[in-house]
């Protein structure tokens, strides 16, 4: 892939996307009849909240050859999002999934192959195992497509897909020159790990310059009770983001973000160097909002942050960016 004016972004998202079937009636999944499609996955939910803010935006996956990959990749396309790296696999299929209304929690059912009942009784049914995605690996997705934008965002249910997988995000997030800032959602689904997640996704998580992880993941991950353990245990990022649900969201920026060298269409990227240290610790409350489903808050509370990193605005105003765009999503039954 040629870099150049034409092909430089401002984010590229790299993850398994899915085909997500909502209920069309409240109830258990037993006796719902019948489903409406739509499209579901951490990263493609980034790449299309950031498009719609006029961003230029990359998805970076795999989908099977399969009706369902070509629903995916033209849903997604419709966005604004760049699909021209998204490769097919002719035998693999394209990973669905079925939900009832309301977020999974950190410590809710639901493997790649399974279903489950989270904390808070929403059910969910993943028909994933052997997927596409699954089969991302070193060498298999176009490096010059990830590097050719200013901001690369990863998070760790990618990690949980496969081995390959895990390879994969070891090698992106891997100090070099010429990587993009990058930006990492722990994103913890204990049902997708068949192993201990913890010192994997904490080893990710300190090789990242942006770090977003719930309060109530950290805590089932490691154990950290408040931010501040959690900024303890991940001192490396220059920015780390700890969602509090209903109480807000906290920063922490003590760090610069480090230094990267200009994309190819000369744009630098943001830093907070330059902020005083009474800016670089900021905590926002949520606003109130009538949640409809939470389904990819956390999603569009990310983006939000980063559309407004990349206009290097203060850190408690990207705090307040991810609030509103979560915002708007908990008041659709959508991703």
């Known amino acids: 892939m040629r870099v150049d004016a034409d092909t430089a972004c401002d984010v590229v998202c790299l993850g398994e996307s899915m085909v997500a079937f909502r209920p ?13 499609r739509g499209i579901g996955g951490a990263e493609s939910n980034v790449a299309c909240a950031m498009a719609a803010a ?12 399969d009706g369902f990959g070509d629903h995916l990749v033209a849903g997604i396309a419709a966005a604004g999002v760049d699909v021209s790296a998204v490769t097919r696999d002719a035998g693999r299929p394209t990973g669905v999934y079925f939900r009832t209304a309301g977020e999974r929690s950190a410590q809710g059912a639901g493997g790649s192959g399974g279903s489950g009942v989270t904390g808070t009784g929403h059910e969910v049914a993943y028909y994933r195992a052997g997927s ?22 990863l998070t760790g249910i990618t990690a949980a897909l496969s081995p390959g997988c895990l390879a994969l995000l070891r090698a ?3 100090p070099r ?15 997708l790990w068949e192993s201990a997640a913890d010192e994997v996704l904490l080893g990710l998580a300190r090789r990242a310059d942006i770090v977003f992880v719930g309060d109530d993941e950290a805590m089932a991950l490691w154990g950290a009770a408040d931010p501040a353990a959690v900024r303890a245990l991940l001192p490396e990022p220059g920015v780390l ?3 509090q649900g209903a109480a807000g969201a906290a920063a922490f920026a003590d760090r610069p973000e480090r230094p990267r060298p200009q994309t190819p269409d000369g744009l630098e990227l943001p830093s907070l160097a330059e902020q005083s240290p009474l800016e670089r610790t900021a905590h926002v409350p949520a606003p ?23 206009r290097e605005l203060p850190l408690a105003t990207r705090l307040r960016h991810g609030h509103l765009w979560a915002a708007a999503t908990l008041t659709d039954p959508g991703d």
């Open 24 to 36: 069309t009636r409240p109830g258990p999944l037993a006796d719902v009849p019948s489903f409406d």
């Open 54 to 65: 006029g961003r230029r935006v990359r998805w970076v996956s795999r989908v099977g050859a």
């Open 172 to 174: 992106l997030t891997e």
């Open 288 to 310: 109130t909002v009538d949640v409809v489903a939470a389904v990819g808050a956390g999603d569009a509370f990310a983006a939000g942050f980063l559309d407004a990193t990349l």
């Open 132 to 153: 596409a995605a699954s089969a991302m690996a070193p060498g298999t997705v176009d490096t010059a497509a990830l590097d050719a934008a200013r901001v690369l965002h």
């Open 177 to 191: 020159a010429g990587r993009p800032l990058v930006s990492f959602d722990v994103n913890y689904r204990a049902g």
């Open 241 to 243: 983001v700890v969602k």
